[in-house]
């Protein structure tokens, strides 16, 4: 191990095809499954540094309120207390990368992790300044002249410019984004805003530009366990053995049946363009991110040697192995998916029904309970409202539980809250001694909210009287 | 020139990355992991205790805003899971040898 050189030109490990290397060049590759990933890195890219930007009924379509300890999500309003359903949310995301990668195996590394999709971004804005792999490897290895400067700069410039409007727009999802443009502009932010902005853009800098796969090498768990949800019928990345072996070197015109060969050539193009530098040829590895650069490459070869597509593609252990054909439909996948449908129309039942007001009543604990002339119980209550929806309401309050049981608000009437407010009443009910069992009684409270969002809360409440012969059980 | 093991020659060796030496690895698992868990532990803290609230009730002499508040507990988080992960990745690499049974390596030994 100690033979492993440290960096720079770097130098063969004997018996190896491959030189360690400080840095990797990554050959570029076109085709379906590139033209698939850009896609990919155009929707979700674009969602992220556009949602912002989007207006719905006067304010951010897409905010996280932190100040005000509210989530606005398009016509939804989240509060802190709503916070189950961001857990479900989560179970559901957990679930649907079990289906998916049952299905196609590490889709989600492929195409759709903010990883993958900001390394592919930040490796195209290094392309445009600084050339293709060649270019690329020599102006690192030559001297600092004007170019180099200049190339090197605006790559920098490119990259550093780009984690900052990444870290604004990050800022943006928790301070309107307007508002935080003009603070910005005029160096009037507060500095956590400026602290989240540099903070969120180096990340994205160190993790994009600089480190780029060797997170998912080293420091992704989803790498470490995804073996555990494939099974031998899950779509992967695959190197046709079968097909491709004896690999080797041949003319194009060559018969390659005559001279013993299978449809391998051997031009190593499928090494060379991995970002991780595994060989495909060797089997899955846990290093492969299923990014399909290979089967791009590889289609290419084949096509200029006119041999068939797909000497690396998609395909199942069952398919290669076995030749058995691909089978998607499967238990595993069927249970994962009625699970997923399961908690997915439970979680949109639940969002939709939500609770859009709380109510919450507690006991004065200071007195227990009051006697008023005319043969009357007083209890002290403290009734606080959450109105959860962003119109105003006013409610309508009643009780039962105790025969006689009447309600007086110290409020005025009639009892308002504005949007989002959270409004506290103190709230006395009353009922006839003589109505009041000596023990208490459970007494239930009743609250209408009247307004464009009609509401109706029921809550239980402890109502005490005296334990004595005025009760009526005694 | 160099020569592949199947006896193909290349007139380039074909790079991979250089891999991580052990305290790059130990630096990149304990900063992420313990990020992640931070992000996490933020997030259910927060859902529940509002920082101000917080801050009104056991620091009353100190003007913690919401924001500030929230900084101060992720990276609280962060440092406290940043330790805890070094801790344990000391505890794991400084095993004396004779200690553990089926460890990766000597499970690796095993014919």
Redesign the interface.
Known sequence: MSARPRGGAGSAVPGSLYVAHEKVYPREVSGRYAALRNLAVWVLLGIYYLLPWVSWEGRQAVLFDLPARKFYIFGLTFWPQDFFFMAWLLIIAALMLFFVTAIAGRLWCGYACPQTVWTEVFLWMERITEGNHNRRRKLDRGKWTREKLLRKGAKQFLWIGFSLWTGFTFVAYFTPAAELGQKLLSFSAGPWENFWVFFYGFATYGNAGLLREQVCKYMCPYARFQSAMFDKDTMIISYDQRRGEPRGGRKRTADPRAAGLGDCIDCSMCVQVCPTGIDIRDGLQIECIACAACVDICNDVMMKMDYPRGLIRYSTHHAMEEQKPVRVLRPRVLVYGAILLALLAGFATAVANRSTLIVDVLRDRNVMYRELPGGLVENVYTVTFVNKTEVERHYELSAHGIEGLELSLDAQLPLVSAPGEIRRVPLRMRAPAVAVPARGADVTLVVRALGEVPAVVERGARFIGPADERGTSQ | M?I???????DA????????RRW??DV??TL??SF?MACAAA??F???V?PEILSGTTTPGWEI????G??IGFFGFWMLTAVTATFVIWLVRSEPAGVAEGTRDERRDLP
């Open positions: 160099a592949s093991p199947h006896g193909q020659r290349f060796l074909v790079e991979r990355p250089r891999l991580w790059q690895r990149g698992y992420w992991v992640l997030t259910v927060f859902a529940m509002d805003s919401r924001q500030a929230y900084a």
